[in-house]
T-cell receptor
Framework: DTEVTQTPKHLVMGMTNKKSLKCEQH?????MYWYKQKAKKPPELMFV???????INESVPSRFSPECPNSSLLNLHLHALQPEDSALYLC??????????????FGNGTRLTVT | GQSLEQPSEVTAVEGAIVQINCTYQ??????LSWYQQHDGGAPTFLSY????GLEETGRFSSFLSRSDSYGYLLLQELQMKDSASYFC???????????????FGTGTQLKVEL
């Protein structure tokens, strides 16, 4: 079990659907992250929130829309996705945003399949 | 940009010692981290080297040489449960706004055999 909880664990959606991924942490961490991971590949950074403000957007297509309602929650809204967007979506948090030795704590991810 | 290269696969027997290498090219350097990820699981933090030298945490050790842009993860007394993917990673952040832009290496699949 991890201290970062992601729901749902699995999601299958059509290209015209709208869905949301949810992430929650209660460790008091002030930075939260979305990563995308394809099979046999490293996680790739999508977004970073620091103190509930969007800090980094790695040129992610607008069909992915992040939201940070409060310091414990992070959402990723999905709309009009493509089959190539099928992947494992990982949420993470860290206590500090500006220290290299502040590790990221990852959730188990949502495995998304776009049909 | 950031580039971190690792061997794609390493195989070793239970009880042995294995070393997983990582060479990097980065714009700015703030240390090297290692993460473990079992199939279907979350990446979990193993270690961090901010300075040159060896850091030891139980059966795992990590080494960094900044002058060589090189680091490695050393796993001793291998166990079957150590079969997983291992990623080196470098942190980075914007000068304003915050957020640790952690970039992962290509990853090494470790297989431990009986």
């Amino acid at each position: 079990d991890t201290e970062v909880t992601q729901t749902p664990k699995h999601l299958v959606m059509g290209m015209t659907n709208k869905k949301s991924l949810k992430c929650e942490q209660h460790m008091g961490h002030r930075a939260m992250y979305w990563y995308k991971q394809k099979a046999k590949k490293p996680p790739e950074l999508m977004f970073v929130y620091s103190y509930e403000k969007l800090s980094i957007n790695e040129s992610v297509p607008s069909r992915f829309s992040p939201e940070c309602p409060n310091s414990s929650l992070l959402n990723l809204h999905l709309h009009a996705l493509q089959p190539e967007d099928s992947a494992l979506y990982l949420c993470a948090s860290s206590q500090e945003w500006d220290r290299g030795n502040s590790p990221l704590h990852f959730g188990n991810g949502t495995r998304l399949t776009v049909t | 940009g950031q580039s971190l290269e690792q061997p794609s696969e390493v195989t070793a027997v239970e009880g042995a010692i294995v070393q997983i290498n990582c060479t990097y090219q980065t714009s700015g350097f703030y240390g090297l981290s290692w993460y473990q990820q079992h199939d279907g699981g979350a990446p979990t933090f193993l270690s961090y080297n901010g300075l040159d030298g060896l850091e030891e945490t139980g059966r795992f050790s990590s080494f960094l040489s900044r002058s060589d842009s090189y680091g490695y993860l050393l796993l001793q007394e291998l166990q079957m449960k150590d079969s997983a993917s291992y990623f080196c990673a470098v942190p980075g952040w914007k000068l304003t706004g915050g957020g640790n832009k952690l970039t992962f290496g290509t990853g090494t699949q470790l297989k431990v055999e009986l």
